[in-house]
Every structure is written in C-alpha cells, then in structure tokens.
C-alpha cells in the first residue's frame, strides 16, 4: 500500500463547478498534512496546510480526519486558472528529520 | 528576489556518464532536499541536508552522491551506477531553528534529465 494515496483523475469540470480531491495516508504518526499545487511541468508550490479544525482559504476548503487517515480539499467555483495537479502532502518527524511523503497527485483540468 | 535556482532546466547525458545538478538558494535556509519525480509517482526523496558539511541519504539514494560545502549549495551528481536516472529532479529548502526543521519546503525550479 503507498504511503499516500490520491485518486490520480482527471477530473474535467466546467468553469463555476465546485470539485473534490480526497487523499489518504496509511501512518497514523504523520503530524502535519499539506496540499500542494504543480503546474505542468513545473515545481510543487503549497496551496494551503490542513488542520484538523478544517481550514478555508477563498475558495479552497481543507478537511482533515485523523481516525480515518482521510484529507480532503474542496475547490468551490472553480476557475480556468485552476487547473493544474493537487499533491496532497504528509509530514512526519524523524529523529529530528522533517520528512515529507508526497502523493502521485491529482489532475485537475478546468475547461470554459 | 529570493529563491532556489536549479541549473540547467533541460539536460541530455549519454548512458554511462556522471553528470552534476545545481541547486542554489539565497533564503538562508539551512535544509536542503534533492527529489525525483518520475511520471504517475509522487516525489521520492534522494538526499537531504540539515547543515553544512553533513547530509543523509533518503529512500532512493542508491545510484547518487551530493555535497554540502556551502549553505547555499547542494549539488546532485547522477552517478553512471544509477539504474534508471531520466527523471525531473527537485531541489528543495525549509527554515531549520535548532532542531526544528520547519514543514513548508521551497522548490526550486527542477531540471529535467535526459540519459540517451
């Protein structure tokens, strides 16, 4: 089983459509989650951290749910501008090494 | 403007050959992280250093070597030993205060490797 765990699309939504990704992680001492962006061809940038309150950023909503090792990142009225891959990330602490494991990604493509 | 710099964005290499990446920041980070990213795969660490002069390998270090002569540099050489090296390599930095290494990670731009 990897490590993480994303549904690899693509999800092919028309502008204004609200989408979700969901993620799940298999080692429940990870401590800190992520979801990162990648443009094509280009390096991951962080969208957003996850906290287990559940934290909103304009149109981007994250959700966290330790028991189930579940993330998951909503995108409401979604733009052209947004299509790209949506990594979700999981950080865990290893004698003092900050590791992150990264999933293979979600592709997103947002047509007019 | 600060950032990570990676060196050259395209390379081709004939099979057998060693060939050195650059990575370079001016975010006075003091970790450094080499990835590879291979199609359909997540990122998979390579090496990474929390200090000068001192490094660890990471899950896929087999085939490669870096060095850690500076703060501001942390070059990856791509070792004729490395099996399958035609990949999108990653550099990446984080804050470090003490022990604490902080999560976000900066990336550089990569550089796409070719082995012909």
């Known amino acids: 089983r990897k490590e993480v765990e994303q549904d690899p699309g693509p999800f092919n939504v028309p502008e204004g459509a609200t989408v979700a990704f969901n993620c799940t992680y298999s080692n429940s001492a990870s401590q800190s989650f992520f979801w990162y962006r990648q443009d094509c061809r280009k390096e991951p940038k962080l969208l957003m951290s996850v906290y287990s309150s559940g934290n909103e950023d304009g149109r981007f909503t994250a959700q966290l749910n330790r028991a189930s090792q579940y993330i998951s990142l909503l995108i409401r009225d979604s733009k052209l501008s947004d299509s790209a891959t949506y990594l979700c990330?999981?950080?865990?602490?290893?004698?003092?090494?900050?590791?992150?494991?990264f999933g293979a990604g979600t592709r997103l493509a947002v047509h007019p | 403007d600060g950032g990570i710099t990676q060196s050259p964005k395209y390379l081709f290499r004939k099979e057998g050959q060693n060939v050195t990446l650059s990575c370079e920041q001016n975010l006075n980070h003091d970790a450094m992280y080499w990835y590879r990213q291979d199609p359909g795969q997540g990122l998979r660490l390579i090496y990474y250093?929390?200090?000068?002069?001192?490094?660890q390998k990471g899950d896929i270090a087999e085939g490669y070597s870096v060095s850690r002569e500076k703060k501001e540099s942390f070059p990856l050489t791509v070792t004729s030993a490395q099996k399958n090296p035609t990949a999108f390599y990653l550099c990446a930095s984080s804050m470090q205060e003490g022990r604490r290494v902080y999560n976000e990670q900066f990336f550089g731009p990569g550089t796409r490797l070719t082995v012909l």
């Open positions: 990330v999981v950080n865990f602490q290893s004698g003092g090494y900050n590791k992150l494991i």
């Open positions: 250093s929390q200090i000068v002069n001192d490094f």
